[in-house]
């Protein structure tokens, strides 16, 4: 099959990139012109630039695909805290792309933002069917977005879907961005770690391979799946590192060792994505993180 994928020379883009290649489907990218290209070069078929902005591109981009996966976001609006270009890029730019690219499959690549507010009947496990009550621009636009897929599910029997990954860990290929990368300078550097709080985390790869999973699957139609592997306190990934670098380092790890809440696993396991990595799956992560910054470490 040929896919359309945006934010394909991203972090979670070029995983899904490279997954698409080895199940045997064509993808075609859309990219800006300063994107870097030389980690998804072998997994890419062909190549469209423009942005969500750029309209005119999306006919190039839609040409011959049978599913589109929307994982492009624009980060420059968003972290300059300017709603306009945030809304028009983004939050339109979306749903355009949407309207634009019917009646092909629409994979979209939500966030697990799009919750914030747990309602007591959940009791602490929250699953696909709790409604979203996001907190900020990022999980407010990720949630207005699948309002639009389940709309175009629902009232016109379009195959669409959303996958809600939590904290995406496992080396970018911007080194610097990769979970743990300043935590591990701090360690080295001999400072304490006084982080509070944690958070969930998925491996990219999960993430990757549960999109891939959903395409041209007709079980994921109108379907939303949460991807949380573990909880872990920032404490944790300090002493995890600090292990694993031979460090006796003071962390502070007077953070609660469980969340609040959980998320069920069983949507997302129906996939065949395990989520059972653990902490273990944070170790290995800061191992390989920690050997690819010794590569880069200045002589």
Not at 160 to 189: E, F, K, M, W
Not at 205 to 223: E, H, I, L, S, Y
Not at 248 to 258: F, G, K, L, R, T
Request: glycine share 10%; charged share 20%; aromatic share 8%.
């Amino acid at each position: 099959m040929r896919v359309a994928l945006t934010g394909a020379s991203g972090f979670i883009g070029a995983a899904i990139a490279r997954d698409l290649r080895l199940a045997g489907h064509a993808t075609t990218a859309l990219v800006r012109p300063t994107s870097r290209l030389d980690h998804i070069q072998p997994h890419v078929s062909r190549f469209v630039e423009g942005d969500l902005a750029d309209e005119s591109r999306w006919s190039d981009l839609l040409d011959g695909a049978e599913c589109v996966i929307h994982c492009g976001v624009d980060w420059t609006s968003l972290k300059g805290g300017d709603l306009d270009a945030h809304l028009r890029r983004n939050l339109l730019g979306s749903i355009r792309l949407l309207q634009t690219s019917a009646p092909r499959q629409f994979i979209f690549i939500s966030t697990i933002a799009v919750h914030h507010d747990m309602r007591p009947r959940w009791g602490g496990v929250v699953d696909e069917d709790h409604p979203l009550r996001p907190a900020s621009w990022y999980g407010a636009y990720k949630a207005a977005v699948e309002a639009h897929l389940w709309a175009a599910h629902f009232g016109f029997g379009r195959h669409t879907c959303a996958l809600r990954p939590c904290g995406v860990y496992g080396i970018d290929p911007n080194l610097q961005r990769s979970y743990g990368h300043a935590l591990v300078q701090q360690l080295r550097s001999g400072e304490n770690v006084n982080k509070p709080g944690g958070g969930k985390f998925v491996h990219v790869d999960d993430v990757a391979a549960a999109t891939v999973a959903c395409v041209g699957n007709p079980g994921a139609a109108g379907r939303a799946y949460n991807l949380v592997d573990c909880y872990a306190r920032w404490a944790d990934w300090a002493l995890i590192a600090a292990d694993l670098l031979g460090i006796d380092a003071n962390v502070d790890a007077s953070s609660p060792a469980e969340p609040k809440n959980t998320f069920t696993k069983d949507a997302a396991q129906s996939l065949g994505v395990r989520l059972d990595r653990g902490h273990d799956g944070i170790r290995e992560h800061l191992r390989a993180l920690i050997a690819a910054m010794q590569e880069t470490r200045p002589v």
